[in-house]
């Protein structure tokens, strides 16, 4: 099993900048992609972004959030971030941690609510 732990969300005004960690823990090894996915109210979960573990780290955007968001990783630290810039009311929902073991295992968070206000 793998155990992710998301903080970082709250309430930001249109604009702002926050950043969301995912700390894994527990059978970490294999795990090849971490990402966050994110919920609106009302709304089907979507990707936002996800990096690679391995080299140098591929990464790849919901075009939503390209150049706004940067997602990155500590691997020694086995954290992911997503460092999040000029946020839009849009952006509001319950972002999601999400790790891929093995290629074909998924593992979530519970989830941290972002709200932006306009």
């Known amino acids: 099993q793998v155990q992710l732990v998301e903080s970082g969300g709250g309430l930001v005004q249109a604009g702002g900048s926050l950043r969301l960690s995912c700390a894994a823990s527990g059978s970490i090894f294999s795990i090849n992609t971490m990402g966050w996915y994110r919920q609106a109210p009302g709304k089907q979960r979507e990707l936002v972004a996800r990096i690679t573990t391995g080299g140098s780290g591929i990464t790849n955007y919901s075009n939503s959030v390209k150049g706004r968001f940067t997602i990155s990783r500590d691997n020694a630290k086995n954290t992911v971030y997503l460092q999040m810039n000029s946020l839009k009311p849009e952006d509001t929902g319950v972002y999601y941690c999400?790790?891929?073991?093995?290629?074909?295992?998924?593992?979530w968070g519970k989830g941290t609510l972002v709200t932006v206000s306009s």
């Open positions: 999400n790790a891929v073991r093995a290629y074909v295992m998924d593992y």
